[in-house]
């Protein structure tokens, strides 16, 4: 499977700054995913990151919160805008492998705290 | 979107006893997917079910997908210390992305 990297693994931010998280995957992959996770909750998708094309946001997550970009197959980033109190969570990305699945494989996460 | 209910939330057990978990959905599924997250990680995926009834082990884990396609178990037998962390099971349906039920978070007394 894919070996997928995240940057940075935690930060602590202040309220109204943003925080660029960066996905690195080892293997050209079409789809990339950006997941979030509040403590002790399940997965929400965010979006859907697609090489060449605007991301698709799913119900409750807009692009001026939430930017993301697929400059190429392997990277991905995701923007936490303006953030608040209320985001402090843990965001995943994730890819799928093989044309026939859409199952995932996530990244380790990076850790958001904002005080 | 569609929901995907999984219970129970929360499970202790002391080592060696068995563990289940279930998963349940309105509608019928194209795959039911199992998922375990130890505490600090990240979610790690264990398997994919596809046809109606399929059964499917990995050691001491058994996987099941119901006859109708809208419901699936996980069973452990004999839990360890190392199956601790939090089972979740993710559906999709024809046309519609993965979903994640909210996880069962199991707990091994040694």
């Known amino acids: 499977s894919a070996v997928i990297s995240q940057k940075p693994s935690r930060d602590i931010c202040q309220r109204g700054t943003s925080l660029t998280i960066q996905c690195q995957v080892d293997s050209q992959v079409t789809m990339m995913f950006w997941y979030r996770q509040q403590p002790g909750q399940s997965l929400t998708l965010i979006a859907t990151a697609n090489q060449g094309s605007e991301a698709t946001y799913e119900s409750g997550f807009v692009i001026d919160k939430f930017p993301i970009s697929r400059p190429n197959l392997t990277f991905s980033t995701l923007t936490v805008s303006n953030m608040s109190p209320e985001d402090s969570s843990i965001y995943l990305c994730s890819v799928e492998e093989g044309l026939e699945t859409d199952t995932q494989y996530f990244g380790p996460g990076t850790r958001l705290t904002v005080l | 979107g569609q929901q995907v209910m999984q219970i129970p939330q929360y499970q202790h057990v002391q080592e060696g006893e068995d563990f289940t978990t279930y998963c349940n959905s309105s509608t019928t599924l194209s795959n039911i997917q199992w998922y375990k997250q130890r505490p600090g990680g990240h979610p790690v995926f264990l398997i994919q079910?596809?046809?109606?009834?399929e059964v499917k082990k990995q050691k001491r884990l058994t996987f099941q997908f119901g006859e109708a396609k809208k419901n699936s178990s996980l069973h452990i037998t004999a839990t360890q210390t190392t199956d601790v962390g939090t089972y979740f099971c993710?559906?999709?349906?024809?046309?519609?992305?993965?979903?994640f039920g909210e996880g069962t978070q199991l707990t091994v007394n040694p």
């Open positions: 993710a559906a999709s349906a024809s046309g519609s992305r993965l979903t």
């Open positions: 079910l596809v046809k109606s009834g």
